[in-house]
Antibody, heavy 119, light 106 residues
Framework: EVQLVESGGGLVQPGGSLRLSCAASGFTFSTYWMTWVRQAPGKGLEWVANVKGDGSEKYYVDSVKGRFTISRDNAKNSLYLQMNSLRAEDTAVYYC????????????WGQGTLVTVSS | DIQMTQSPSTLSASVGDRVTITCRASQSISVWLAWYQQKPGKAPKLLIYKASSLESGVPSRFTGSGSGTEFTLTISSLQPDDFATYYCQQYNSYSTFGQGTKVEIK
């Protein structure tokens, strides 16, 4: 059974940093694209970033380029999102998701971790 | 950037109704579209990928269709478990989601 468990969320001040983690199990992690999606309170879904199985390709939504970095450690079956220069508008539940093979549809999702950016 | 527009934003329906949600892309995305269902406080669940392919385990009352810029998700006979918010997602060029359609009880 595929399991994705996010951690690392919390309260951070504007301009601060936070690192999210996603522990994966139940599938061959290194062969799948992985994605971060966020959802601001009461709002819709926003695709944030993704990374190829071997880490060789990474893509970001424009609003986080230069501030967020997606990475993975295939030896640890873990996905990460390093978030710097955080803004109030980054407040959201952040979901880790496993892509559907080489496609960018999202077959499995974690339960999410809440990031609150506030002074 | 490709914009995705869903309609309606809210839909009131009764159990047994046939329900259709539309998603329009600002430019052609071929068939690179997925549909998700989300219930309050839960993660989204994949229903349809590649515009019309039904994800394993998803009831056959869910049908996806379309290509290019216009897509639809149809629920043939609405069940109590189907009251939720539905999102489309394009993945032809990077990825973007529609704003969501809430299906509520009439």
């Amino acid at each position: 059974e595929v399991q994705l468990v996010e951690s690392g969320g919390g309260l951070v001040q504007p301009g601060g940093s936070l690192r999210l983690s996603c522990a994966a199990s139940g599938f061959t992690f290194s062969t799948y694209w992985m994605t971060w999606v966020r959802q601001a309170p009461g709002k819709g879904l926003e695709w944030v970033a993704n990374v190829k199985g071997d880490g060789s390709e990474k893509y970001y939504v424009d609003s986080v380029k230069g501030r967020f970095t997606i990475s993975r450690d295939n030896a640890k079956n873990s996905l990460y999102l390093q978030m710097n220069s955080l803004r109030a508008e980054d407040t959201a539940v952040y979901y880790c998701a496993k892509n559907y093979g080489d496609y960018w549809s999202l077959q499995h999702w974690g339960q999410g971790t809440l990031v609150t950016v506030s002074s | 950037d490709i914009q995705m527009t869903q309609s309606p934003s809210t839909l009131s329906a009764s159990v047994g109704d046939r329900v259709t949600i539309t998603c329009r892309a600002s430019q052609s995305i071929s068939v690179w579209l997925a549909w998700y269902q989300q219930k309050p406080g839960k993660a989204p669940k994949l229903l349809i990928y590649k515009a019309s392919s039904l994800e394993s385990g998803v009831p056959s009352r869910f049908t996806g269709s379309g290509s290019g810029t216009e897509f639809t998700l149809t629920i043939s006979s609405l069940q109590p478990d189907d009251f939720a918010t539905y999102y489309c997602q394009q993945y032809n060029s990077y990825s973007t989601f529609g704003q969501g359609t809430k299906v509520e009880i009439k």
